[in-house]
């Protein structure tokens, strides 16, 4: 399983950034895949969730309202549009995925099996 992460950047407090995870070597029927983002001296922290087969989706509150993730089956990739975005976004931002989903697992970055390289959001004030 590979997982590709793409689409960092500088931008503007206020402004939007989309960043998609290029998925390969596996087929998803049966996983989650995540967003999550580590700050400079911080824990990774869960972003963005979403169940392949269902479509369900997960958000952490900070985001809520300004991030939207969603998939594309065909091109087996994973988005997460950022509008709104806050100096306090700013940080790396991994894709990563996780076997077999559950409630108490898809938000705990230590349960996924598979990770991409990330990706640098860094947001101006």
């Known amino acids: 399983v590979q997982l590709q992460a793409f689409g960092g950047g500088l931008v503007q407090a206020g402004g939007s950034l989309r960043l998609s995870c290029a998925t390969s070597?596996?087929?998803?029927?049966?996983?989650?895949v995540g967003w999550f983002r580590q700050a400079p001296g911080k824990e990774r922290d869960f972003v963005a969730a979403?169940?392949?087969?269902?479509?369900?989706?997960y958000y952490a509150d900070s985001v809520k309202g300004r991030f939207t993730i969603s998939r594309d089956n065909a091109k087996r990739t994973v988005s997460l549009q950022m509008n709104s975005l806050k100096p306090e976004d700013t940080a790396v931002y991994y894709c990563?995925?996780?076997?077999?989903?559950?409630?108490?697992?898809?938000?705990?970055?230590?349960?996924?099996?598979?990770w991409g390289q990330g990706t640098k959001v860094t947001v101006s004030s």
């Open positions: 990563a995925a996780l076997s077999a989903p559950i409630l108490t697992t898809i938000r705990l970055p230590d349960k996924y099996h598979y």
């Open positions: 070597g596996h087929t998803f029927s049966n996983y989650a």
């Open positions: 979403i169940r392949w087969s269902t479509g369900s989706i």
